[in-house]
């Protein structure tokens, strides 16, 4: 639907160019007439691009004052078909029985009138103003005709309102190159590709990443994270921006050809739709790394962001001079975010290769060490060489860059969830979120550091700033669902984890947040409920079993929890339970020795539950037993 964030672009595809602002559709920059309905016809279908549209949909959009026949949308259809058919390129899909959809290769692109230029002067019809001066400081305007320096009345007023015109032109352009009101948030959406080129695609994904590094690195500046903004896509710039919570978005597209790089690029208000800044850069292949900086340069200046020498020295940060150790690290940390032990496994492959490409690329050691650390916890390698493997890598990250946010979150990670290092742990995510304040998983993994140390006030204070950071991370919020459950605001936490639950239907992590909700809060039904959902959205098995519909229907917490022993021990043929769960049931159900055992067996494999071992809920019926106290010394727990 057309708006009227929309018309402030023009769409481009191909040879043309399509502007909504003048009506006009235009090829190799020559204008074609077409008739009124036969142009909205078209705009509707460009505006929504790859989407179907059916012909009732399309014939109210257009038609919506008058009735008329389906034949008239046809041969609104067919004119166009042949007006685009340039090369033989269709554009406008028929789809049997629905309707139509628009195909193409699809860019917006800011008219050359509408793009302002951040000057430290303007140029006004010869006369050079700089910003700042007031009224008083223009000089005089000479007379025209005789050359006598005097004033008549009538040139006087006519000197008077040539002047009063200036100036309003002078503050207008002035106005339009800065921002409406503060911009404290951006999102990088994903650079387009006019090619389908793969290099093309290497060189998009690093720029994006890259700039996302970079202005993510300066303290005043909130910037959405490299996983927030993958499915944008195709999307509309100003829709993006507004789902992703930003004042402002940064878009571009990359073209290659042969070893020379053409970028452009535009900066827009999310809240109304101005632009603030664009720009076209034209770099060889070579100098991708100086392009990044130039243009992260640039989108500070017209933010009006004060740089410190430091964050002048972070912008221009370069942390390879390797372009494919690069693209190999930002698809390491692609696959690393989908947060999945296969994807796990391709990620380290994808570091493995940045490093291996540059010996000294800090922040691949950092991703190498995150994904081993994750492996291990998804019970998918064995754990302590690959907590090992992890801490072994963030040391490298460290020791050649210690001021690498990422490592240190790295590092705080393996030393928090297997080495039980408290102290060195929380001094590394102090470190961190110190260095870079905007990166979202310090926050993140911190607040559940001190959820394990109970406490809570700090750990919600820590998560919702990592939400603020990344508003739509699925595993960002079930965090703050982590945390309310230990914390023990269990409707809190069931309000917050049944939104996510709609939000993202296919993350299964949030089931298992709930069903423990749940269980304390004695709604057996909805507890299996939430087992079921996890295991089948995990890829497990998820029949229900007679010990399952027993645990469903229980009426006490005994029966509930005998019914879900007998499951473990029925699902331990096929799969190892974990120690620290067996634990929680068996305290549950009374069985202090067996509990106990099974702690043993966790504490000796050191399973990364253990850190919240000071405020399980399930655990409670231990706690004043001695053996209790000794195991949370030994952990370093101890109150």
């Given at each position: 639907m057309e708006t009227v964030e929309?018309?402030?672009?023009?769409?481009?595809?191909?040879?043309?160019?399509?502007?909504?602002?003048?009506?006009?559709?235009?090829?190799?920059?020559?204008?074609?007439?077409?008739?009124?309905?036969?142009?909205?016809?078209?705009?509707?279908?460009?505006?929504?691009?790859?989407?179907?549209?059916?012909?009732?949909?399309?014939?109210?959009?257009?038609?919506?004052?008058?009735?008329?026949?389906?034949?008239?949308?046809?041969?609104?259809?067919?004119r166009l078909r042949k007006t685009l058919d340039t090369n033989g390129e269709q554009y406008i899909e028929t789809l049997p029985k629905h309707g139509y959809r628009f195909s193409?290769?699809?860019?917006h692109t800011i008219p050359q009138?509408?793009?302002?230029?951040?000057?430290e002067k303007r140029t006004v019809n010869r006369l050079t103003v700089e910003l700042g001066k007031s009224e008083d400081d223009l000089p005089p305007v000479p007379l025209l005709g005789s050359g006598k320096r005097f004033w008549t009345p009538w040139k006087a007023v006519a000197g008077i309102m040539a002047a009063v015109a200036l100036i309003g032109l002078i503050w207008f352009w002035m106005g339009?190159?800065?921002?409406?009101?503060?911009i404290d948030s951006v999102a990088v959406l994903p650079f387009k590709s006019v090619t389908a080129d793969q290099s093309d695609d290497n060189l998009r994904i690093g720029l994006t990443d890259a700039l996302i590094t970079k202005l993510g690195d300066l303290k005043q500046l909130v910037v959405r994270p490299t996983n927030a903004i993958r499915k944008y896509d195709s999307q509309d710039p100003l829709a993006a921006g507004r789902e992703l919570g930003v004042d402002a978005v940064l878009d571009g597209n990359v073209q290659r050809v042969a070893q020379q790089i053409r970028v452009t690029v535009q900066l827009v208000d999310v809240r109304d739709g101005r632009l603030l800044w664009g720009g076209r850069f034209d770099e060889q292949v070579a100098d991708a790394f100086r392009l990044q900086d130039e243009i992260a340069e640039q989108v500070a200046a017209a933010l009006a962001l004060r740089l410190t020498g430091e964050d002048k020295r972070l912008i221009t940060k370069r942390y390879t001079a390797n372009p494919e150790a690069h693209y190999a690290y930002v698809r390491g940390r692609i696959a690393w975010n989908r947060r999945t032990s296969e994807d796990f496994l391709e990620a380290i492959k994808y570091f493995e290769e940045a490093i291996a490409k540059d010996p000294n690329y800090a922040l691949a050691y950092a991703g190498l060490a995150d994904s081993c650390s994750l492996l291990a916890d998804y019970r998918a390698a064995e754990q302590k060489e690959s907590y090992e493997k992890a801490r072994d890598a963030a040391l490298k990250a460290l020791e050649l860059d210690?001021?690498?946010?990422?490592?240190h979150t790295s590092l705080a990670y393996a030393n928090m969830y297997y080495?039980?290092?408290?102290?060195?742990?929380e001094s590394d995510y102090k470190r961190a979120i110190a260095l870079n304040p905007n990166y979202a998983t310090a926050h993140q993994w911190y607040s559940e550091y001190l959820a394990g140390q109970g406490r809570f006030d700090e750990a919600l204070a820590e998560i919702r700033r990592a939400k603020e950071i990344d508003p739509l991370s699925s595993v960002i919020n079930a965090g703050e669902v982590w945390i309310l459950y230990y914390a023990r605001?269990?409707?809190?936490?069931?309000?917050?984890?049944?939104?996510?639950?709609?939000?993202n239907p296919q993350f299964a992590e949030v089931h298992e947040y709930l069903k423990r909700c749940y269980d304390q809060k004695g709604m057996f039904r909805d507890a299996i409920s939430a087992r079921q959902m996890r295991r089948k959205l995990a890829g497990l098995d998820p029949t229900e079993t007679e010990p399952i519909r027993r645990a469903a229907n229980a009426t006490d917490t005994s029966a509930y929890w005998k019914g879900r022993l007998d499951q473990e021990i029925a699902d331990a043929q096929k799969e190892p339970p974990s120690s620290f769960?067996?634990?929680?049931?068996?305290?549950?159900?009374?069985?202090?020795?067996?509990?106990?055992?099974?702690?043993?067996?966790?504490?000796?494999?050191?399973?990364?539950?253990?850190?919240?071992?000071?405020?399980?809920?399930?655990?409670?019926?231990?706690r004043s037993d001695p053996r209790f106290a000794d195991l949370l010394k030994r952990v370093g727990l101890a109150f």
């Open positions: 929309n018309k402030r672009f023009v769409y481009e595809f191909g040879k043309f160019l399509l502007d909504p602002n003048e009506k006009t559709l235009f090829v190799n920059g020559e204008p074609i007439h077409l008739p009124a309905k036969e142009f909205e016809t078209l705009l509707l279908l460009v505006e929504n691009n790859g989407r179907a549209l059916s012909k009732e949909e399309m014939m109210a959009a257009v038609w919506q004052d008058a009735f008329v026949e389906e034949s008239n949308l046809a041969k609104q259809i067919s193409a290769v699809l860019h009138a509408e793009q302002p230029v951040i000057l339009r190159s800065q921002p409406a009101s503060k210690d001021n690498l946010a990422e490592a080495f039980w290092d408290w102290q060195r742990a605001r269990y409707d809190e936490a069931i309000e917050h984890g049944r939104r996510l639950a709609d939000m769960d067996m634990a929680e049931i068996y305290a549950q159900l009374g069985d202090k020795d067996k509990a106990f055992a099974w702690l043993e067996k966790s504490f000796e494999e050191r399973t990364y539950t253990m850190m919240y071992l000071k405020v399980a809920p399930n655990l409670d019926p231990l």
